[in-house]
């Protein structure tokens, strides 16, 4: 596993699995919400939780590591699988497709930053990396059900994947490498994004500007 020296790449690894079955979730929960079939929700899933890592990868120059180890395309498939099976039990928890879509940017825009460490970026690209891994996920899952991403509406998307990014980028530029640091970078993403979507936190938006158009039926 690509990691920076002195991080766990346990920790790392434990990170990236959770990250693509949460994304997973978020993806098959929308799936289920769309009435898909049992291979629509799975695929959705998959292709969900696997695309944050897959563009990272690319972006960075490396083989994915969704194609190296199978235990990422099993993370998303079982994810699929207990949204089909047990879609009701989880959309009795409110807003759940957001609440697991939080969790999976947080995840992935700290593996993502820390990956983009390993192969030489500097603190900046490395940011920015990280907050790419984060909302690639949500980004296809929206375009796959032809809807606006989210990441393009209001409220905070980015800008909490940006912070938790850079709560790792900064402690390894400060020669920290305790392993608390990525799961706070995780958990302030994570905390940042949950407020924002409790509160009705948006990002700024140009003065004056008109109100959101409601998007056609289809």
């Not at 990441?151 to 850079?166: D, K, N, Q, S």
């Not at 390894?172 to 302030?188: H, I, R």
């Not at 993403?189 to 008109?210: E, I, K, M, N, Q």
Request: aromatic letters at 6%.
């Amino acid at each position: 596993m690509d990691v920076p020296e002195g991080f766990d790449p346990g920790l790392i690894l434990a990170l990236n699995l959770a990250g693509t079955f949460v994304f997973g979730l978020s993806g098959g929960l929308a799936g289920v919400r769309a009435r898909l079939d049992l291979v629509g929700v799975v695929v959705l899933a998959a292709v969900v939780g696997l695309a944050g890592g897959i563009i990272r990868d690319v972006l960075i120059g490396t083989s994915p590591a969704t194609f190296r180890d199978w235990r990422y395309l099993a993370a998303a498939a079982a994810a699929g699988l207990v949204c089909f099976f047990a879609g009701r039990l989880l959309e009795r928890a409110e807003r759940s497709v957001m609440v697991f879509d939080a969790l999976g940017l947080a995840l992935f825009a700290v593996t993502g930053a820390t990956k983009a460490l390993r192969f030489g970026l500097g603190p900046v690209q490395a940011v920015l990396l990280g907050a790419i891994t984060g909302i690639g996920g949500g980004m296809l899952r929206d375009v796959l059900l032809r809807q606006v991403p989210t990441v393009l509406r209001e409220g905070l998307y980015a800008i909490p994947a940006l912070l938790g990014a850079a709560v790792l980028v900064i402690a390894q530029q400060a020669g920290s490498t305790n392993p608390v640091f990525p799961v706070l970078g995780a958990s302030v993403c994570a905390a940042v994004r949950l407020f924002a979507l409790r509160y009705g936190v948006d990002a700024p938006t140009p003065p004056h500007s008109p109100p959101p158009t409601k998007e056609p039926s289809r």
